[in-house]
């Protein structure tokens, strides 16, 4: 008696044809770091691949996708063992890893909205104005605190007693 995974195969190559690539979806059961398991319906396809080609390099673009949500999936052979995520419902995380701390694309450097930083924070800019910032109040504090005497009538805290 056939497996139904060869039952499965002989009847979708009698619907599309033995070389269209074939679509499923489903939902997915667990996440085995650069693969999953996707079930649909009654059947459970392992090692699905969440990224092209698994082969353990450090650059990558890995997205994976949340325990319980849906991908799609294409299956390039037609019989369900070399099948990879190409669409997702919900993603837990995306890792983008280049091989350099900063080369992300060919130029070096991540750019969004055209380059505008529009609601994105630099981290660097920001704390280079709060550390100045900091050393005006600092110096404001010196003048008041000890560079400063007051007398009566110069506006200060003498003309309160």
């Not at 009847?11 to 667990?30: C, D, N, W, Y």
């Not at 924070?121 to 550390?131: G, H």
Request: net charge negative; with cysteine; charged share 25%.
């Amino acid at each position: 008696m056939p497996s139904p995974y060869t039952e499965i195969r002989n009847k979708i190559r009698a619907m599309v044809g033995q070389k269209t690539p074939l679509l499923l979806t489903g939902k997915v059961e667990s996440v085995e770091g650069e693969t999953c398991t996707v079930s649909i319906g009654d059947l459970k396809l392992t090692g699905v691949r969440l990224r092209s080609v698994v082969n353990g390099e450090a650059s990558k673009l890995l997205v994976t996708p949340k325990q319980g949500s849906y991908v799609t999936l294409i299956d390039l052979s037609g019989e369900l063992r070399e099948t990879e995520v190409i669409g997702y419902s919900e993603i837990e995380t995306i890792d983008i890893e280049t091989g350099s701390d900063i080369n992300i694309n060919c130029n070096g450097t991540v750019t969004f909205n055209g380059g505008q930083h529009e609601g994105i924070v630099i981290a660097k800019n920001v704390t280079e104005k709060l550390n100045l910032l900091e050393k005006e109040i600092n110096n404001l504090k010196d003048v008041f605190t000890k560079q400063w005497t007051p007398v009566v009538y110069d506006g200060g805290a003498s003309c309160f007693k």
